[in-house]
């Protein structure tokens, strides 16, 4: 036996011991190796759901396919577990987690768009805003709960006040106008009770930049 044949039986040796060993890991995860190689000082893997192995539809798998064998036994079948899957587009108002609840086994995670991935709609101006509205609000009241101070006295209202001036500036930015509603739920939701809100928090805050 020549030297080459005995490093490509040890090669073989090596790939199916990691192979075997990477197998048994994913395993509990429903996971297998597709395809293992060697890579720098590791190895580079393939990894697939075990259910199936993910490949080319069959009307595009190539025609050799059919025919392939692996130490003599006819090669398993190539099957598309996404084929016919529709892509999971996101709801108006729908989380991340009510989205993925929605996905069947088959859902394939990081294809920006195609059977079976995910594909999310652009957020509307006034999700946008709704956002941008409880980031300032809740940052504000967080850190003052960080720092013990009291969420209805003066300083707190003077701090949201502030919140607001940057809310309307990136409000007739993104939208063209002041939409203040967003900003007043936001305060209604983060402040105790008895704290101004409202016309009644508006009106202070106009106060304020009347001064």
Known sequence: MSRASEVLQEYRRAEAAAREEVGRLLQPAGLRVSEIAPAGEGWRL???????LVGPA???APAA??????????????RNVTAGVAPLVRAEGETLMQLVARAGPELRVGA????????????????????????????????????????????????????????????????GREELAPFVAAV?????????RGAAFLSGAAEVADA
Do not use: C, K
């Open 112 to 175: 920006a768009a195609g059977a079976g991935g995910v594909r999310v709609a652009p957020a509307s101006s006034q999700e946008r805003m709704e956002w941008l509205a409880g980031t300032l609000v809740g940052d504000t009241i967080l850190a003052l709960r960080h720092l013990g101070e009291p969420e209805d006295a003066d300083a707190a209202l003077q701090d949201l006040h502030r919140q607001l001036r940057l809310y309307r500036e990136q409000s007739r930015r993104l939208v």
């Open 65 to 78: 396919a059919a025919t392939a064998t692996n130490g003599g036994l006819p090669a398993p079948p190539v």
């Open 58 to 60: 069959p009307e595009t």
């Open 46 to 52: 393939h990894v697939v759901p075990a259910a199936g």
């Open 188 to 196: 209604d939701r983060w402040t105790p009770p008895g704290f101004p």
